[in-house]
């Protein structure tokens, strides 16, 4: 047998047993002040995977921790793919596994992402998602500096990295702890919630529970970008100014807000709201005040989606009462001056598509290129559109999808699609999905309705008592605001007393 030793600092000579592909930790190699990392002695299979650090964190009151061993692998199953993944596993574990999801093109290894988890006791788990930029707006990775497309950085994007960085952390778990797993959850949003759907989709014995916030799942979430851009930027008098918005937002809440009951500044179910911004009009003088016709036709644009001479969506409609995010969106600022979408979803096509960086997204016409970004490696590797999700709800797993009601970048409304198929697909397990609207939410947090709930909690309950969730209070923070969030298709109603502002005084009911 062939034994490879090297050294680690902080950790001392860490061996590679070759022969059996095996990594051993021996007791004697921990330096001083590794009490957490102490008594970790494991012999598992660890194929083309190598250990970059192991430490001991201590509980730190002031960060809200509490004392873990942090444990970093590189994982390189083929030439050309290498992934980073993160490991906390606290001290005070509760017997389970939690997959934590990135954003944008990136992963997330911050502590702060796995802070809320670690003080519930769970061994976490995050990877990089095969390149190490953290800046969710850089998609180089997925073009080589010969100007290839980087096949196997896109795989690892599109969902390698985060299957074989959770089937790794499930065995050092259980090595580490020298007990069984109890149960294994992910949970992520927008990317995050890509990342969820693809572990169902393709790897369906990895996760017990999977909660999906936004999850740009879809060609459509890139066609919706580049055309939302060209909407506002195509022609010089078509953008609006940021003042625009709060006029906009005025006349449209003053048209739609009471059609739910309650005037809160939220609205419900935006898709009940049809005012028309041709109100907006300018009848002389245009400015700040009014929109000119063709600022008209560009949100009137947006509100109704795009859809291609053969009729399929090309870009999903707006919801009404989102518009507090379109300055960063697609007004633009003076640092991102076509907006956030130019920069975020658009970049997917000249990058992943086509491998060309200098792709003039203005020159994107859906009817011509739709299918060109919904197939080739994206649709193979990146896009998880699969609705047959048998093996995962038939081992007995459960999906919970959640979705800002007023995101204005992947739409809500293909989130309702992707529940509708999976029902249609698997009807015996439909009661094993269900999504979640939050009214007056954008894309994963943000906007006038509360965007915090406790979806772990509400996971763990209907894996492990099977008790599914019937609502889930939402508050904001820094407001006194709360409401119960509703299981898709039932919405929140105000029962007609008591303060609006107070989730008890309202129901989950039928539309």
């Not at 065995?171 to 797993?181: A, G, I, N, W």
């Not at 509100?303 to 090309?314: E, L, P």
């Not at 600022?333 to 792709?359: C, D, M, Q, W």
């Amino acid at each position: 047998m062939i034994y490879l030793s090297f050294h680690i600092p902080s950790l001392g000579h860490t061996c590679f047993k070759l022969g059996a592909l095996a990594l051993l930790w021996p007791l004697t190699s921990l330096a001083q002040n590794t009490d957490v990392c102490r008594g970790f002695s494991t012999s598992i299979s660890l194929p083309s995977a190598q250990v970059l650090s192991v430490q001991s964190q201590m509980a730190d009151a002031g960060k809200n921790l509490k004392s873990f061993c942090e444990i970093k692998v590189a994982i390189t199953p083929v030439a050309g793919s290498r992934t980073v993944a993160i490991y906390r596993l606290p001290s005070n574990w509760n017997g389970k596994f939690l997959g934590i999801g990135g954003g944008g093109f990136a992963g997330n290894l911050s502590i702060a992402a796995a802070q809320p988890g670690l003080m519930r006791g769970y061994a976490v788990m995050q990877n990089d998602m095969g390149h190490p930029s953290e800046n969710g707006l850089d998609p180089s990775f997925a073009v080589l500096p010969n100007g290839q497309a980087n096949t196997q950085g896109i795989i690892d994007f599109g969902h390698r990295s985060t299957h074989l960085s959770t089937t790794l952390g499930q065995q050092l778990v259980k090595s580490f702890y020298q007990q069984p797993l109890q149960r294994s959850y992910w949970q992520g949003c927008s990317t995050g919630g890509r990342q969820g759907l693809a572990e169902i989709q393709r790897y369906p014995q990895d996760y017990d529970g999977v909660i999906a916030g936004a999850p740009v799942y879809t060609p459509l979430v890139y066609s919706n970008a580049i055309l939302r851009v060209q909407a506002f930027h195509a022609q010089p008098g078509s953008n609006l100014i940021p003042a625009h918005v709060p006029l906009i937002q005025k006349a449209l809440l003053a048209a739609c807000d009471a059609k739910d009951g309650v005037v809160d500044g939220i609205l419900t179910d935006p898709r009940a709201c049809t005012w028309n911004p041709a109100q907006l009009q300018c009848k002389g003088t245009t400015g700040p005040d009014c929109l000119t016709e063709a600022q008209v036709k560009t949100v009137q644009r947006v509100y109704d989606g795009v859809k291609t001479k053969d009729g399929r969506w090309a870009a999903m409609p707006l919801m009404r009462g989102g518009e507090a995010d379109w300055v960063v969106r697609m007004i633009g600022t003076p640092e991102v001056p076509r907006g956030r979408n130019s920069v975020l979803g658009a970049p997917f096509v000249s990058h992943i598509v086509k491998a060309n960086p200098a792709y003039d997204i203005m020159s994107y016409d859906p009817d011509r290129d739709l299918d060109e970004i919904s197939t080739g490696i994206a649709g193979e590797h990146v896009h998880q559109q699969n609705a047959d999700i048998s093996n995962f709800l038939g081992r007995g797993g459960k999906l919970l999808l959640w979705h800002g009601f007023n995101d204005p970048g992947p739409s809500p409304l293909s989130t309702i699609n992707y529940l509708e198929a999976v029902q249609e697909k698997v009807p015996t397990h439909a009661n094993s999905v269900k999504l979640f609207l939050a009214p007056g939410v954008l894309h994963c947090s943000g906007g006038p309705g509360p965007d915090q709930f406790d979806t772990l909690s509400a996971i763990e309950k209907w894996v492990e008592s099977g008790i599914a969730p019937t609502s889930m209070l939402a508050t904001k923070a820094n407001e006194k605001i709360s409401r119960p969030l509703c299981p898709y298709p039932q919405v929140a109603r105000y029962q007609g007393q008591g303060d609006i502002l107070e989730a008890k005084n309202f129901q989950c009911s039928a539309p």
